[in-house]
Structures are given as structure tokens and as C-alpha cells.
């Protein structure tokens, strides 16, 4: 049996603003294991963007538990929090998020400085990354030098910087076209299989959809999985 890197058990969030109440989760639960692949799907305004946040401790349910990695967050501080996103999980986002001012190589170095990895150390590490991903050769470029393709490869090497056990993308092809798209998610899919990240990708793209190992639909609130697509 492989191990749960990542379970949430009766999440349930709602908004509101003013008197209008809009409920995102309504009892959502979800098991991720060590090394899958699994594909969040559901229509816009469905909540898979609430539930990746709260997956990724960016956000807090109204209920329900979040247990990263053994580690049960309920009742941890930011301080709390903030350290478990730094070690255990890696991000990517629809937009690529990256620091425009820095370069790619001091992009992927960031959360290594937050890590407190020595400078010689999380330089190393840094170029390995871009090198791993296919783009050591856009060290020195900043992101206004680089494609949306090579941006989102950057911030996959950066989400994998601190060798996290779970990597939580959002859209990561919502901005790309079809062959960029295509490089990015056989990036993510090879990552996933040589280093046994266990990565969560919430997506339109049926075609992202079908290359995982399982795939979950978000409807009313809740989580059903989908045997075929």
C-alpha cells in the first residue's frame, strides 16, 4: 500500500458578502498518494480552485481536517503553516507567479533562501533544476525574456526546489497553447514518474485529464471520482 501524502476530510467553505452567502465546499473529502498523478476537473465556479488553496494551506475551511503528510494542520498558527507549505508542498499556478525582477536561476533559489539552504548549496540545487526540467540555458533570462512555456517550466523547478512531497498546480496550461501545453504536463507527468512527487492539477484540459493516474470531478461541493472521461 503506498502511503497517504496528502488526505482532507468534510471540507466545507462558504464566502459571503454582506448577506449573500455562496457555498464553495459542502463536505468535499480526497486521499492523495505518495508518486499519483491526479486531475481535479469541474466547471468554473465550482470550487477546485477554493479546494486547491485549502489543500495548499493558502486558504482555511470553515470545517473539516487537512492532514499534509502525517501532519494534521488544525489549530497551527501562520508561523505553523507557513512552514509546512515551505517544506512539504510545491506550487504551480495558472499564471506562473514568478518574480519578474529576478532571473530564472534566483526564482527557483527563493524558496530555498526562505528554507535557510546556504548560498553555495541553493545555487546548485538551482541550476540542477533548470537543467532536470530542459531549460538550464535560461538561467540568466528574466520572465519578460521567456516564453509562457519556459515561465511555467521555470516555476515547476521552483515549485520542486525544497523537495516537496506533493506539488499543487492550478491551471498550470490555462495560458499556454496546445504545444506548450503539451511540453508542460509531459514535464509534470515525467517528474511525477522518476521522482515519485505525488502531483494534484486542477484543469479544463480534458487532454491533462486523461494522462493522470485518476481523476476526481468537483460537483456541488463535493468530490466524486470519475472512472472514465
Not at 23 to 33: F, H, K, N, Q, W
Amino acid at each position: 500500500m503506498k502511503e497517504i501524502v496528502l488526505k482532507a476530510e468534510n471540507l466545507y467553505k462558504t464566502y459571503r458578502t454582506g448577506k449573500i452567502s455562496v457555498p464553495a465546499l459542502r463536505g468535499a473529502s480526497i486521499e492523495v498518494y505518495e508518486g499519483e498523478f491526479l486531475a481535479i476537473i469541474g466547471p468554473s465556479g465550482s470550487g477546485k480552485t477554493t479546494l486547491l488553496n485549502i489543500l495548499g494551506l493558502l486558504d482555511v475551511p470553515d470545517s473539516g481536517e487537512v492532514i499534509i503528510d502525517g501532519i494534521s494542520v488544525r489549530g497551527l498558527d501562520d508561523d505553523g503553516l507557513s512552514e509546512i507549505r515551505l517544506r512539504k508542498i510545491g506550487f504551480v499556478f495558472q499564471h506562473y507567479n514568478l518574480i519578474p525582477i529576478l532571473t530564472a536561476l534566483e526564482n527557483v533559489e527563493l524558496p530555498m533562501i526562505l528554507a535557510g539552504v546556504p548560498l553555495k548549496k541553493r545555487i546548485e540545487r538551482a541550476r540542477e533544476l533548470l537543467r532536470i526540467v530542459g531549460i538550464p540555458y535560461l538561467e540568466e533570462y528574466k520572465p519578460t525574456e521567456m516564453s509562457g512555456g519556459q515561465q511555467q517550466m521555470v516555476a515547476i523547478a521552483r515549485a520542486l526546489a525544497n523537495e516537496p512531497k506533493i506539488v499543487l498546480a492550478d491551471e498550470p496550461t490555462g495560458n499556454l497553447d496546445t504545444k506548450a501545453s503539451e511540453e508542460v504536463v509531459n514535464l509534470m507527468k515525467r517528474l511525477n514518474r522518476e521522482r515519485g512527487t505525488a502531483f494534484v492539477v486542477v484543469t479544463h484540459d480534458m487532454d491533462v485529464a486523461r494522462k493522470a493516474d485518476r481523476v476526481l470531478k468537483i460537483r456541488d461541493g463535493k468530490l466524486y471520482e470519475v472512472r472514465k472521461l
